[in-house]
């Protein structure tokens, strides 16, 4: 069995995989091919200890290059669901399947994108974050596709040969769906409505409301709230509670990096990053 898995491909994911590489644990990393967007998109970066000014797109490459020389893979799939099981973690990946560790390290980040109002409240009664998983309840229905990068478009595809009508918010540019039953239209949703689940979508305009009725919402976003991810996480004000060691509530699940709380920085994140992974391997150890 594996000893742990990595969420997330920021600095955080990447200081505690090379640590769990140094202690000889087995893992799993889990990310996007880019690292992390949060660094891609950074103009220059002055703050980390040995590099004096260097740019975020400098900063991926010399990241690629230390996982390539520890032998470090970052597989591009997405998490769905982490499940404590006790003494062992059990982890959806969007692909379907199920991966069972001893321990897993959360360092999916923080949210980019505001949440839009009522998006909690009916998750899972309308509101999904997974076109795979949930896609299928969707079949010949209306829903709304709301997504925040180009890299979900397959994902858009996937439901608009699914759905029978997809209203497709695309909060990037350049958006490319062609498909009949998709109607693009660029605006900010300013609230998710229904009763038991959800009805529809409001938007405001010059202070009118509209409204678009549908049968669900897809939010397709890099990172989901920690709460979504982990059934039973403790979170406060939406970042993951941990302690010196890093670890969660939940027993096998530590947290690194801006997913535990501000200050949102590399140093910050990289120091927890190697402190989990240092308390994941006493914990593997003991067991
Ligand atoms: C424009 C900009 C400039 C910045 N400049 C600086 C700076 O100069 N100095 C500084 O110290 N800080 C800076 N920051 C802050 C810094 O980027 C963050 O503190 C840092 O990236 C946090 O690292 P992290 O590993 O915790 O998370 P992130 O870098 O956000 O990485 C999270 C990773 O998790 C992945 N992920 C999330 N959910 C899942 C999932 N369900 N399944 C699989 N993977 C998942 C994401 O794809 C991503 O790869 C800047 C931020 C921005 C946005």
Same mark, same amino acid.
């Given at each position: 069995?594996?000893?742990?898995?990595?969420?997330?491909?920021?600095?955080?994911?990447?200081?505690?995989?090379?640590?769990?590489?140094?202690?000889?644990?087995?893992?799993?990393?889990?990310?996007?091919?880019?690292?992390?967007?949060?660094?891609?998109?950074?103009?220059?970066?002055?703050?980390?200890?040995?590099?004096? %000014?260097?740019?975020?797109?400098?900063?991926?490459?010399?990241?690629?290059? +230390?996982?390539?020389?520890?032998?470090?893979?970052?597989?591009?799939?997405?998490?769905?669901?982490?499940?404590?099981?006790?003494?062992?973690?059990?982890?959806?990946? +969007?692909?379907?399947?199920?991966?069972?560790?001893?321990?897993?390290?959360?360092?999916?980040?923080?949210? %980019?994108?505001?949440?839009?109002?009522?998006?909690?409240?009916?998750?899972?009664?309308?509101?999904?974050?997974?076109?795979?998983?949930?896609?299928?309840?969707?079949?010949?229905?209306?829903?709304? =596709?709301?997504?925040?990068?180009?890299?979900?478009?397959?994902?858009?595809?996937?439901?608009?040969?699914?759905?029978?009508? =997809?209203?497709?918010?695309?909060?990037?540019?350049?958006?490319?769906? @062609?498909?009949?039953?998709?109607?693009?239209?660029?605006?900010?949703?300013? @609230?998710?409505?229904?009763?038991?689940?959800?009805?529809?979508?409001?938007?405001?305009?010059?202070?009118?409301?509209?409204?678009?009725?549908?049968?669900?919402?897809?939010?397709?976003?890099?990172?989901?709230?920690?709460?979504?991810?982990?059934?039973?996480?403790?979170?406060?004000?939406?970042?993951?509670?941990?302690?010196? +060691?890093?670890?969660?509530?939940?027993?096998?699940?530590?947290?690194?990096?801006?997913?535990?709380?501000?200050?949102? +920085?590399?140093?910050?994140?990289?120091?927890?990053?190697?402190?989990?992974?240092?308390?994941?391997?006493?914990?593997?150890?003991?067991?």
């Amino acid at each position: 069995m594996l000893d742990c898995i990595v969420i997330g491909s920021g600095v955080a994911g990447i200081s505690a995989a090379l640590t769990l590489r140094a202690n000889g644990k087995s893992f799993r990393l889990f990310g996007s091919p880019n690292l992390s967007e949060k660094i891609a998109r950074a103009e220059r970066i002055e703050n980390y200890p040995g590099l004096s %000014s260097v740019s975020g797109a400098e900063f991926v490459v010399a990241l690629k290059k +230390q996982l390539a020389g520890a032998e470090i893979t970052v597989e591009n799939e997405r998490i769905n669901g982490v499940f404590a099981m006790g003494d062992t973690v059990n982890v959806a990946l +969007q692909n379907g399947e199920i991966l069972t560790a001893k321990t897993v390290i959360l360092a999916c980040g923080v949210e %980019s994108v505001k949440q839009i109002e009522g998006e909690e409240k009916f998750l899972g009664r309308g509101v999904s974050y997974c076109a795979t998983c949930d896609g299928f309840l969707y079949k010949d229905k209306t829903i709304m =596709v709301v997504s925040t990068s180009k890299t979900f478009e397959h994902e858009v595809a996937y439901l608009a040969g699914i759905a029978k009508k =997809v209203w497709f918010i695309p909060l990037y540019k350049n958006a490319e769906i @062609e498909a009949e039953n998709v109607e693009k239209t660029v605006r900010m949703p300013k @609230e998710i409505y229904g009763e038991k689940r959800v009805l529809g979508v409001a938007f405001e305009k010059k202070g009118e409301r509209e409204e678009i009725a549908v049968d669900g919402v897809f939010i397709l976003k890099e990172s989901l709230p920690p709460s979504a991810l982990v059934g039973g996480l403790e979170t406060a004000e939406g970042h993951v509670v941990v302690d010196r +060691q890093m670890r969660t509530n939940l027993k096998g699940i530590f947290a690194a990096g801006d997913c535990t709380g501000r200050p949102y +920085q590399y140093a910050k994140a990289t120091g927890e990053g190697n402190v989990a992974a240092h308390y994941v391997s006493a914990y593997c150890a003991k067991k």
